[in-house]
Antibody, heavy 129, light 107 residues
Framework: QVQLVQSGAEVKKPGASVKVSCKAS????????INWVRQATGQGLEWMGW????????GYAQKFQGRVTMTRNTSISTAYMELSSLRSEDTAVYYC??????????????????????WGQGTLVTVSS | SYVLTQPPSVSVAPGQTARITCGGN??????VHWYQQKPGQAPVLVVY???DRPSGIPERFSGSNSGNTATLTISRVEAGDEADYYC??????????FGGGTKLTVL
């Protein structure tokens, strides 16, 4: 069965960096993109970016450009998300999620959309002085 | 950027039907996906591509999408359906977008 297992909770000081891992099992790691989504306490879901584990290509939400880096180690089927220059507003649960693609296509032949079919358990990152 | 609008809360009695809406400009042209999130847990995909269900999701969960509104419908609501529900789309210019979430309360 597909599983995404994330690293444990972290406490960081403002200005520091954090690196969260996401180990995949139960499927071919290089066949599906890995995305990162975060959720502050009592708030909604916020997409941060995606990574193609096969090519290493990435795409980041504009809000996180310059502060986030997504990488992978295919030999151990693990994806990583590093967020730098942390501030208190970055305190949140960070999730990795595998993305599947729509069964329907637009006029250009591209999938109409992508969804998140499996999620990690979440990693709480607390930023506090 | 593409904005998705959900009602903050929906309340329904057990056994009744709950409808949760997700509004967006011409959302009917996009594929809409829905997630259920219970307190302290990761989100779970309950509907994808507007109306398809992943394996293991009860038939009570269904979806529709037309015009400027997508709808998640939960029939014969049970106490265990109480959760936050989020809609999500992928937009070529905005990448992935989530609605603000709707808290479903079972009375």
């Amino acid at each position: 069965q597909v599983q995404l297992v994330q690293s444990g909770a972290e406490v960081k000081k403002p200005g520091a960096s954090v690196k969260v891992s996401c180990k995949a099992s139960g499927y071919t790691f290089t066949s599906y993109d890995i995305n990162w989504v975060r959720q502050a306490t009592g708030q909604g879901l916020e997409w941060m970016g995606w990574m193609n584990p096969n090519s290493g290509n990435t795409g980041y939400a504009q809000k996180f450009q310059g502060r986030v880096t997504m990488t992978r180690n295919t030999s151990i089927s693990t994806a990583y998300m590093e967020l730098s220059s942390l501030r208190s507003e970055d305190t949140a649960v960070y999730y990795c999620a595998r993305s599947g693609w729509s069964n329907y296509y637009d006029s250009s032949g591209s999938p109409k959309g992508y969804y998140f079919d499996y999620w990690g358990q979440g990693t709480l990152v607390t930023v506090s002085s | 950027s593409y904005v998705l609008t959900q009602p903050p809360s929906v309340s329904v009695a057990p056994g009744q039907t709950a409808r949760i809406t997700c509004g967006g400009n011409n959302i009917g042209s996009k594929s809409v996906h829905w997630y259920q999130q219970k307190p302290g847990q990761a989100p779970v995909l309950v509907v994808y591509d507007d109306s398809d269900r992943p394996s293991g999701i009860p038939e009570r969960f269904s979806g529709s999408n037309s015009g400027n509104t997508a709808t998640l419908t939960i029939s014969r609501v049970e106490a265990g359906d109480e959760a936050d529900y989020y809609c999500q789309v992928w937009d070529s210019s905005s990448d992935h977008r989530f609605g603000g979430g709707t808290k479903l309360t079972v009375l």
